[in-house]
Structures are given as structure tokens and as C-alpha cells.
Nanobody, 114 residues
Framework: QVQLVESGGGLVQPGGSLRLSCAAS????????MAWYRQAPGKPREWVAT???????TVNGSVRGRFTISRDNAKNTMYLQMISLKPDDTAVYYC????????WGQGTQVTVSS
């Protein structure tokens, strides 16, 4: 019954920056770890980054140094700050909550192209 809504996607040139947001309904946001995944056309869904309830983060080596995951528990929102974007970053980006239902958002499109 939790609802996750991603936003902030769009078209950006290589080398550009973008910040994605994931807004979660409900007051239990702060007790669950969260993650970002992405899926490019014709490819399997790929894990991007995870953030725990205490703020510890883990980032996929393919985006390490360029992507930063964070959360604001007061706003029930998780973020993904992306810099130095590459065409290979083009994908639909999904928000996931590690609640009992393993909830997913609908995704937001990121396109990196000149």
C-alpha cells in the first residue's frame, strides 16, 4: 500500500548533471533501507545504490564517484545526485523500498545524449 513516486528525470547532454527524487507515502519511511535501480532497453534491471536507515551507503562500481545517494527522513524522500553523466547511464531509474512488500516506484526516464 506504500506509494513511491520518482521524479527529476529528463534529457541531458553527456557530462551534465541531474538529481532524481523518490517521494514515499507513509510514516514508516525512516525504518526501511532504500535503493535505486535502473534498466536500459533490452537489458536486465541493474542495482545502482543503496542507503540504510542509518544513512550508510553502497554504490555500484560502475557509477562510483559520479552518483551520490541520500535521504531526508523528515521529507520522506530519497535522492540520487548524478554528475558527469554518460550515454551508458541512459535508462529508466526505479526507486525501491525494503519494506515487507519490497515496494517499487513506476520509474523516471533519464536520457543522456548530445
Amino acid at each position: 500500500q506504500v506509494q513511491l513516486v520518482e521524479s527529476g528525470g529528463g534529457l541531458v547532454q553527456p557530462g551534465g548533471s541531474l538529481r532524481l527524487s523518490c517521494a514515499a507515502s507513509g510514516s514508516a519511511f525512516r525504518v526501511y533501507s532504500m535503493a535505486w535501480y535502473r534498466q536500459a532497453p533490452g537489458k536486465p534491471r541493474e542495482w545502482v545504490a543503496t542507503i540504510t536507515t542509518t544513512g550508510s551507503t553502497t554504490v555500484n562500481g560502475s557509477v562510483r564517484g559520479r552518483f551520490t545517494i541520500s535521504r531526508d527522513n523528515a521529507k520522506n524522500t530519497m535522492y540520487l545526485q548524478m554528475i558527469s553523466l554518460k550515454p551508458d547511464d541512459t535508462a529508466v531509474y526505479y526507486c525501491k523500498m525494503f519494506d515487507p512488500q519490497n515496494s517499487w516506484g513506476q520509474g523516471t526516464q533519464v536520457t543522456v545524449s548530445s
